[in-house]
């Protein structure tokens, strides 16, 4: 009996203690099952992504993780930020569509960073956002605001004028944007606009606006018509289609003087309100007038837009002013002034176009006298004045080149005097120069690049019908001609004269035959005898200067 009590003894310790284990396997297992559950739920997460508002967004979720750190490059370069609750902002202004890399290090709890690591480096390419202007052409009725319409919301609107720029910050982002500009009938605004306040504003659109009603047609151009540079665009906006006012028509342009070179330009249709002409090669020469011909009439607004013409299909052009300057330059190149110009910083660049802009702006450079000069020509001389001088060398130009000797009106003055500077065609002739002296005995001199080559006694106007006192450019020429007119007793001459230079209204310098020469005997002009005439003759030109000193 007490052997079979032992027995069951220990068999009843081993079974509790298997149920002990049991349990306690149980107990862990749960709590493992729990932990997994746990990690499962709240496994630590992290993402990163472009977002509204901000850069960038950081979302943390699972068990708690901080930001370690957050660094951007834009376009290769380093840029600092602020990270407020989980945005990415910029703390300088960026550029639209800039390419920006983030990357961002996040931190997680010690305790659990044997399992899943202690941080974790997120990385994002974005572009920063742009707004594109989607209509360049804006019609409202009278009085009404004028709506700009973008391809994205935008928080920053900027409006140039020529009243000054506004900059429009908006309470919220929006694609329409009413904008305040003058009420003027028609008029043009440089507009740009940024998505988010932390951009920079880019290059600026332009935004045609009309205000009229529905039965009118105005037409507004974007630049200055009456100062067109060499190889300017021209635009013209209309307040309706342009297919529905022009048909498939373009405008024409012809230049208003009869030989001067034709625009090569082409029209071109850029929007459905908008034609643009654009110049293939330099086409609006310093003052030129040109004749723009419109297929239908409309009503053009000024430049402001606050007043229309009547309706029209003609509207003039005209090239702008040319550099005085300038073109006293070319004509030193090319040896048609008695002085020498040395650029500042090297000749501009040999094309036409670029030489066709230069025309209005002059690069900087030096003048200086290639001869040692007399006084009375030397004081006649001033940079970018249209002095007799630079008015002589022009006329020489001209004559030399076959145009018609009319000064700066001539339509193909500035086109021919670049092509020969780049074509290095200097002026042939020698420079010469006139100088009379009415001091008794009165003297003619003839000076060649500075020297005297001649010297003779002259006759210069009598008492009442004086030869004028000046400098004078010779405008016209014969070998012989008559003169006419009425002697100063009332009888009438008509004589056979030779060797003829005029260079002031019927004055000139011309050989005559008289017994005497040196004082005064002729009627205004200045003789010579009829052989020193002739050697004279040759010498001089169209252009060349002629000085009656007192």
């Given at each position: 009996?007490?052997?079979?009590?032992?027995?069951?003894?220990?068999?009843?310790?081993?079974?509790?203690?298997?149920?002990?284990?049991?349990?306690?396997?149980?107990?862990?297992?749960?709590?493992?099952?729990?932990?997994?559950?746990?990690?499962?739920?709240?496994?630590?997460?992290?993402?990163?992504?472009?977002?509204?508002?901000?850069?960038?967004s950081?979302?943390?979720?699972?068990?708690?993780?901080?930001?370690?750190?957050?660094?951007?490059?834009?376009?290769?370069?380093?840029?600092?930020?602020?990270e407020?609750?989980?945005?990415?902002?910029?703390?300088?202004?960026?550029?639209?569509?800039?390419?920006?890399?983030?990357?961002?290090?996040?931190?997680r709890?010690?305790?659990?960073?044997?399992?899943?690591?202690?941080?974790?480096?997120?990385?994002?390419k974005?572009?920063?956002?742009?707004?594109?202007?989607?209509?360049?052409?804006?019609?409202?009725?009278?009085?009404?605001?004028?709506?700009?319409?973008?391809?994205?919301?935008?928080?920053?609107v900027?409006?140039?004028?020529?009243?000054?720029?506004?900059?429009?910050?908006?309470?919220?982002?929006?694609?329409?944007?009413?904008?305040?500009?003058?009420?003027?009938?028609?008029?043009?605004?440089d507009?740009?606009?940024?998505?988010?306040?932390?951009?920079?504003?880019?290059?600026?659109?332009?935004?045609?606006?009309?205000?009229?009603?529905?039965?009118?047609t105005?037409?507004l151009?974007?630049?200055n018509?009456?100062?067109?540079?060499?190889?300017?665009?021209?635009?013209?906006?209309?307040?309706?289609?342009?297919?529905?006012?022009?048909?498939?028509?373009m405008?024409?342009?012809?230049?208003?003087?009869n030989?001067?070179?034709?625009?090569?330009?082409?029209?071109?249709?850029?929007?459905?309100?908008?034609?643009?002409?654009?110049?293939t090669t330099?086409?609006?020469?310093?003052?030129?007038?040109?004749?723009?011909?419109?297929?239908?009439?409309?009503e053009?607004?000024?430049?402001?837009?606050?007043?229309?013409?009547?309706?029209?299909?003609?509207?003039?052009?005209?090239?702008?002013?040319?550099?005085?300057?300038?073109?006293?330059?070319?004509?030193?190149?090319?040896n048609?002034?008695?002085?020498?110009?040395?650029?500042?910083?090297?000749?501009?660049?040999?094309?036409?176009?670029?030489?066709?802009?230069?025309?209005?702006?002059?690069?900087?450079?030096?003048?200086a006298?290639?001869?040692?000069?007399?006084?009375?020509?030397?004081?006649?001389?001033?940079?970018?004045?249209?002095?007799?001088?630079?008015?002589?060398?022009?006329?020489?130009?001209?004559?030399?080149?076959?145009?018609?000797?009319?000064?700066?009106?001539?339509?193909?003055?500035?086109?021919?005097?670049?092509?020969?500077?780049?074509?290095?065609?200097?002026?042939?002739?020698?420079?010469?120069?006139?100088?009379?002296?009415?001091?008794?005995?009165?003297?003619?001199?003839?000076?060649?690049?500075?020297?005297?080559?001649?010297?003779?006694?002259?006759?210069?106007?009598?008492?009442?019908?004086?030869?004028?006192?000046?400098?004078f450019?010779?405008y016209?020429?014969?070998?012989?001609?008559?003169?006419?007119?009425?002697?100063?007793?009332?009888?009438?001459?008509?004589?056979?004269?030779?060797?003829?230079?005029?260079?002031?209204?019927?004055?000139a310098?011309?050989?005559?035959?008289?017994?005497?020469?040196?004082?005064?005997?002729?009627?205004?002009?200045?003789?010579?005898?009829?052989?020193?005439?002739?050697?004279?003759?040759?010498?001089?030109?169209?252009?060349?200067?002629?000085?009656?000193?007192?």
């Open positions: 009996m007490e052997s079979n009590r032992g027995t069951w003894s220990i068999g009843t310790r081993r079974s509790k203690g298997k149920r002990i284990f049991f349990a306690a396997a149980g107990i862990t297992g749960a709590v493992l099952i729990a932990f997994g559950i746990f990690l499962a739920i709240e496994w630590p997460k992290a993402s990163l992504s472009q977002s509204t508002g901000s850069l960038a950081i979302k943390l979720s699972g068990i708690p993780q901080s930001i370690d750190g957050v660094t951007v490059q834009v376009d290769g370069k380093s840029i600092p930020v602020t407020t609750n989980g945005n990415i902002y910029p703390k300088v202004k960026l550029p639209v569509t800039a390419a920006a890399s983030i990357s961002v290090y996040v931190k709890p010690s305790w659990i960073s044997w399992l899943v690591g202690g941080t974790t480096k997120l990385t994002e974005i572009i920063t956002p742009s707004a594109r202007l989607l209509d360049p052409v804006s019609i409202a009725a009278a009085n009404a605001p004028v709506s700009s319409y973008f391809s994205v919301p935008v928080s920053v900027s409006v140039s004028s020529n009243s000054g720029t506004k900059v429009m910050d908006l309470s919220s982002p929006s694609s329409k944007v009413e904008l305040n500009v003058a009420s003027s009938t028609a008029g043009a605004v507009i740009s606009a940024i998505p988010e306040v932390w951009e920079q504003l880019p290059s600026p659109s332009k935004l045609v606006y009309f205000r009229v009603p529905p039965t009118t105005v037409g151009f974007d630049q018509l009456t100062s067109l540079s060499p190889m300017s665009t021209i635009s013209l906006t209309l307040s309706k289609p342009i297919a529905s006012v022009f048909g498939s028509a405008p024409t342009l012809k230049p208003t003087i030989g001067a070179l034709i625009p090569k330009g082409k029209w071109s249709k850029t929007t459905p309100y908008s034609v643009v002409y654009t110049p330099p086409d609006f020469w310093p003052s030129e007038k040109f004749t723009l011909s419109l297929p239908s009439s409309v053009i607004a000024s430049g402001n837009g606050g007043k229309l013409s009547a309706p029209t299909s003609s509207i003039t052009l005209q090239g702008a002013p040319p550099s005085i300057t300038r073109l006293q330059e070319l004509l030193a190149q090319l048609y002034l008695p002085l020498s110009w040395n650029p500042a910083s090297g000749n501009p660049t040999p094309n036409l176009a670029t030489q066709a802009q230069l025309a209005l702006s002059a690069p900087a450079g030096t003048f006298w290639r001869w040692n000069m007399p006084t009375p020509l030397t004081s006649l001389w001033q940079q970018g004045s249209y002095n007799v001088i630079t008015k002589g060398a022009v006329m020489s130009f001209e004559q030399f080149n076959g145009l018609n000797t009319v000064g700066l009106s001539n339509p193909l003055l500035w086109p021919t005097l670049i092509k020969d500077v780049l074509a290095k065609k200097v002026d042939p002739h020698r420079y010469s120069w006139i100088e009379v002296q009415k001091k008794l005995p009165q003297t003619l001199k003839l000076y060649e690049n500075g020297k005297v080559v001649l010297t003779s006694l002259t006759n210069t106007g009598i008492q009442g019908l004086n030869t004028t006192v000046g400098t450019p010779i016209l020429r014969f070998k012989q001609n008559y003169m006419s007119g009425t002697n100063p007793n009332g009888t009438t001459y008509h004589d056979k004269v030779y060797w003829i230079n005029y260079f002031l209204g019927s004055e310098v011309h050989g005559f035959p008289r017994a005497q020469y040196g004082y005064q005997q002729s009627l205004g002009c200045v003789e010579l005898p009829i052989s020193t005439a002739a050697t004279v003759y040759p010498q001089v030109h169209i252009g060349t200067l002629t000085t009656i000193l007192p």
